[in-house]
C-alpha cells in the first residue's frame, strides 16, 4: 500500500482550495472577456446576435408591439411601461423594469426573444406578474449593475 506523506495531503488541498475560490470568478470572466470582444466586434450585439437590453432602446417603444419567441410559440406584446427600480436612479441606462399586455394568453415564465420592427432582437426572462390565472401582464426586470 502506497503511502501518502502530509506534504501531498496540504498540496491537494490547498490546490483544492484554490479552485474553489476561483471558481466563481470564472464564468463573470469569460463573461466579461466575451461581452468585451464581442461588443467591440459586432457595434453593441452580443455573441448571438443579440442586442443589450437597455432603457434607450424600450422607452421610444412604449404603447408599440413586440413579438416575443421562446422558441415554441409567438406570442404579440405590447409594451405598456418602463418603470424605475427601487434604488436605482430615475432613468437609469442599465436599471428598469418593463411591463407588457398579452391579448388574452395565460403565460409562463420564461426567456423570449423580443423584436419590433426597426429596433434589434433582445433576449428576455419575462414573467407574469399579478393573480394567477388572471394575468394579462408581463415583467421583465434588467438590472444590469455589473
Keep these: 500500500m502506497p503511502e501518502v506523506s502530509r506534504r501531498a495531503v496540504m498540496a491537494?488541498?490547498?490546490?483544492?482550495?484554490?479552485?474553489?475560490?476561483?471558481?466563481?470568478a470564472a464564468p463573470a470572466f469569460a463573461h466579461s472577456v466575451s461581452g468585451t470582444?464581442?461588443?467591440?466586434?459586432?457595434g453593441g450585439t452580443g455573441a448571438s446576435g443579440l442586442?443589450?437590453?437597455?432603457?434607450s432602446l424600450f422607452s421610444p417603444a412604449v404603447g408599440h408591439a413586440f413579438t416575443a419567441a421562446d422558441g415554441d410559440r409567438t406570442l404579440r406584446l405590447v409594451l405598456t411601461a418602463v418603470e424605475d427600480l427601487p434604488g436605482a436612479?430615475?432613468?437609469d441606462e442599465h436599471r428598469f423594469a418593463l411591463l407588457f399586455?398579452?391579448?388574452?394568453y395565460a403565460a409562463v415564465d420564461g426567456t423570449v426573444t423580443l423584436s419590433r420592427a426597426g429596433a434589434p432582437d433582445v433576449?428576455?426572462?419575462v414573467t407574469p406578474i399579478g393573480r394567477p390565472g388572471l394575468s394579462r401582464t408581463l415583467q421583465a426586470v434588467v438590472d444590469r449593475t455589473a
Excluded: N, Q
Aim: proline share 6%; aromatic share 2%; glycine share 14%.
Design 12 to 24: 491537494t488541498a490547498l490546490g483544492g482550495i484554490g479552485l474553489a475560490a476561483l471558481a466563481p
Design 37 to 42: 470582444i464581442a461588443s467591440s466586434a459586432t
Design 51 to 55: 442586442a443589450e437590453p437597455v432603457r
Design 89 to 91: 436612479a430615475s432613468g
Design 101 to 104: 399586455s398579452t391579448d388574452g
Design 123 to 125: 433576449a428576455l426572462f
